[in-house]
């Protein structure tokens, strides 16, 4: 199974599977563009049986619908982190970080962290409707671990 940087999936990836399920930009981020799913979240035989029934064209929108079900899925409340907002900022809206932190309102020590909150719970919420919608061949996505540098050893 493909593992992928959740940076580099939704810098690039993303954007890949939107364009190929006919998506347009600019329903992203609308208000009339409401993702929430309705009724319950387990896929059914009857349900199971029309996704893998799907053309090549109705796939590739399915997933596209799938990984954008993870992002309107995160928390947006003021108190715990505007996870949404910074994602949809950053990685539809396509600002860069110092515009996003002025757009959700933070300091600088507060968006950092909020930044990689929002990616984890992607990851988690992106893990879920990948498994509930049946999407395998959505590639399984891991927030990268920086290694610290040790400082070189002092020659004498």
């Known amino acids: ?3 992928k940087d959740v940076n580099e999936f ?3 990836d993303f954007w890949g599977y939107m364009y190929g399920g006919g998506i347009h930009p600019g329903k992203l981020t609308g208000a009339s563009f ?5 009724g319950h979240s387990n896929i059914n035989t009857t349900e199971k049986s029309y996704v893998e029934a799907l053309s090549k064209a109705e796939r590739a929108e399915y997933l596209a619908l799938t990984i954008l079900i993870a ?3 995160c928390t947006n409340l ?9 994602l949809e900022a950053y990685y539809i809206e396509n600002l860069n970080n110092s515009q996003v932190r002025l757009k959700v309102g933070m300091t600088d020590a507060e968006y ?11 990851i988690k919420r992106y893990d879920y409707w990948r498994e509930a919608r049946d999407c395998p061949e959505l590639p399984e996505l891991f ?14």
């Not at 409401?34 to 309705?38: H, R, V």
């Not at 003021?78 to 910074?86: E, P």
């Not at 950092?112 to 992607?122: D, R, S, T, V, Y």
């Open 1 to 3: 199974m493909e593992r």
């Open 10 to 12: 939704l810098k690039k």
């Open 34 to 38: 409401d993702l929430a799913p309705s």
């Open 71 to 73: 992002i309107k899925e």
């Open 78 to 86: 003021t108190y715990h982190g505007k996870h949404r907002a910074i």
């Open 112 to 122: 950092k962290p909020a930044k990689k909150a929002a990616l984890i719970e992607f």
């Open 143 to 156: 927030y990268p671990q920086k290694t610290k540098k040790h400082p070189k050893a002092i020659e004498k």
